[in-house]
């Protein structure tokens, strides 16, 4: 019990063994699948922003933007294909269920009604722009979209993602303050 109540309070030992359980958890269902898919996502998280601010002072505003929206779309359809059925989106699946919060949106996602498919139309726009093509395709899954519309919705919705952050937010920003300062710079 003594040992039971120190082990406790040594944060190290806290840590080591959250360390552990992550550990096992990635053991028991790490594919190489997802494990790709993982990867590819860190890949484009690092990459992302200085691509499109790349595109967006070769190419121009909303060239750079389209040019940005295609490459978004293809790893969205990379991250649907690569999560797929794998165990570890059924493994999250039963975790965001634990979560209060998590509970309520997988009702919404399940519930079979009219106004189960009304609130499923409203939160598509939210998905669409606030997610990037990783969170978007684990959102899909976890919600058990079917194949065609996930990737209709994930894939598709990469260009208005794209034309808003890497247009107007990205696009705006260079102009306004990035392309201003080089020039008098240089």
Known sequence: MATEQA??????STIT????????????????????AVIIWR???????????????????????????????????????????????????????????GHRLLHVAERPDRKGVIQRLLWVP????VLGPFWRAITLHLARAPRIPAYVISVGGSFPHSLFWTGVVL??????????LWGSLF
């Open 126 to 129: 939210v998905v669409i722009m």
């Open 43 to 101: 890949i484009e998280a690092r990459f992302a922003t200085p691509v499109a601010l790349v595109l967006v002072a070769t190419l121009g505003r909303w060239n750079g933007a389209f040019a940005m929206g295609a490459i978004m779309a293809a790893y969205s359809a990379v991250f649907l294909f690569l999560l797929d059925g794998e165990r570890v989106i059924e493994e999250m699946r039963s975790w965001v269920r634990q979560q209060g919060w």
């Open 7 to 12: 082990t406790a309070r040594n944060p190290i």
């Open 17 to 36: 063994g959250a360390f552990r359980s992550l550990r096992a958890f990635f053991k028991r269902n790490l594919t190489r699948k997802s494990g790709a």
């Open 171 to 180: 696009g705006g920003l260079y102009e306004a303050v990035l392309k201003p």
